[in-house]
């Protein structure tokens, strides 16, 4: 039974120009409840947090918390 | 990160408190200032500097029992009431003596309430009785100043660990065992006194949005708490009378008449008429408002467009950057805006909470569980409307009973083939090459939950959940399927949801009447006080199933009379006031 690839829009959005991962920053993977952010590295080395689960709470530490207003939290489309 | 790891290590503490949200902290704060050469835990799955339902802020004290408001008597009182009688009021009785000793407590720790022009503090009435609702207008300040306090005593904290079983033996608890929700890596620490906070069962019913996360209760909350009491031996009380709560539809956060209520807000029906007379929620309130949606008068809205514009707007600030500050992202996207359109509610999915209702684990006045050297505090525990200042006042009472227990106490010895067999169990989704994803398993038994076990209660349907909830637990068990540390977390918590959506079956066909208003609507049985005015207490039976019995309710300490009972059930709106 091997697993499908359904895909799913995902409701927390991190801005690329803003995010400094790359400096060592994990404030958002650290605080959140549901444990769902990750910092994912890119070819060229560079780092940006991003939504690798959605199982998001709509709660908002990763916004508030964030020091360079990276992230925006939107609601989980199915209850938009 | 995520990648499954093989480990184990073994930590000591005098008193390991699991659950980092409300009632754990001031668990953890209250042993430790009693007895500062203790060795104080606190676990939790998340981050405690952002954990649980306080996260981000809290709007009020829901219940709060101020001098010159209202007296312990009088509050004991309507908690009585709200609950049909089914109260041990001793509990209630000293959290109404000794709350403001801890909003004086929170107060100094720099958490702010809304005080008058006199500097007092300024209590709204939204209760049916009484008057116990402080407002928060900046409760966003809340989590960050127990940061503070814990990291100020020195408590040694431990995140991204979650508890799965406790560990008993001699009688009494021993520890617990757990899992790192980002390695599976295994902690098992060895305690004299384990204090459990871990909040509500959050994630049992299916929000209608079909959205597994889109829950009322904080979704980190599912429901271990109960689940590792329940397999540890303890006794869980009324779990019949579920959460059901009236939210804003889809969103599925409070529509919070509790900080609108006093404002001039009010719930209505679809023209815009109250049919409640009180919003303070409770089993009857909800009955009222299946009702109205039952007899085509829904939706039911919070009603606002009738405020001057400036009470809109202190409406507006408030609901919108304390509690759930996404909020006015909801409603900027549906362009609801309350100076012109009403606010939709609806009826939440079911959830064990005694924070808003009756049920969780059973507890006395000291917060002790029927195993010695285990507490519990909060929204899992059986005190009935809770709260956020419960789970802080009852979380104190745990920590200073605690401490004085573990003076005279060694480590309990335990059985290690107990954390063998754990370990086999939580890591059997990992031996296996392919199977059934834990959302899956997850997804079949809340939505079982909403088809079969939502009020009304109906044997035929909750009997049939009870087969189906075992063929999905056979599934479970022989094909669930992780691919890293964090499915494996959800796998846990899937397990955790199916012993929790098996309890609320089982203790809701035990109580053959109706109690509670919707919370344990039974259409085929009224409500009967000479067989079932008593508790009923569910424990793990012998052939693993769960168990059953019926436990008096305590003599009460404030008297209720003849004619105050049934004051709950008075809530219907008289039609000269509906017309007003
Ligand atoms: C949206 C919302 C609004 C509310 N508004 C109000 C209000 O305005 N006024 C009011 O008085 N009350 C309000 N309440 C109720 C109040 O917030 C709760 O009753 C109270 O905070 C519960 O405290 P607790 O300690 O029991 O649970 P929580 O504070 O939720 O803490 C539970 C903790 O346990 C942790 N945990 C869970 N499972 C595990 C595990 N397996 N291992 C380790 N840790 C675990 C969680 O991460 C969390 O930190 C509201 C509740 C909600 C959900
Ligand atoms: S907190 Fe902000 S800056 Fe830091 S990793 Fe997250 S998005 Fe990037
Ligand atoms: S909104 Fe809450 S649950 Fe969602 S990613 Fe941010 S912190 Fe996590």
Redesign the pocket.
Known sequence: MPLAQTATTV??TVNDDLCIADKGCTV?VD???????RIAESEDGSKTAY?KYD?????????ADCPTGA?T?NLPYLLK | MDEILDGLTQIDCDILVIGGGTAGPMAALKAKKKNPNANVVLLDKANVK?SGAI?MGMDGLNNSVIPGYATPEQYTKEITIANDGICDQAAVYRYAQECYGIIQELDSFGIRFQKDQNGEYDVKKVHHIGTYVLPMPNGDTVKKALYRQLRKARINIINRYMATRMLTGEGRVAGAVCVNTRSAEFLVVRAKAVIMGLGAAGRLGLPTSGYL?GTYEN?SNSGEGYAMAYHAGAGLANLECYQINPLIKDYNGPACAYVAGPMGGYTANAKGERFIECDYWSGQMMQEFFDELQGGKGPVYLKLNHLAEETISEIERVLHIVERP?RGHFHAGRGTDYRKQMIEMHISEIGFCSGHSASGVFVDEHARTTIPGLYAAGDMANVPHNYMLGAFTNGAFAGLDAADFIADVDYASFDAGEVEAERTRVLAPTKRDDGIPPNQIEYKTRRLVNDYLQPPKVTAKMELAQKRFEEVREDMEQGMYVRDAHELMRALEASTILDCADMAAAASLYRTESRWGLYHNRVEYDRDDENWFCHTILTKGEDGKPAHRKQDVKPYVVEIAEDEKDAYYKQRVGASVAAE
Do not use: G, H, K
């Not at chain 1, 199982?55 to 916004?63: L, V």
């Open positions: 409701p927390v958002c605080v959140c409840p549901l444990d769902v952010l939504m199982e998001c709470w709509y709660c908002m530490p990763c916004e992230v939290v | 952002r996260s996360y979704a996404t």
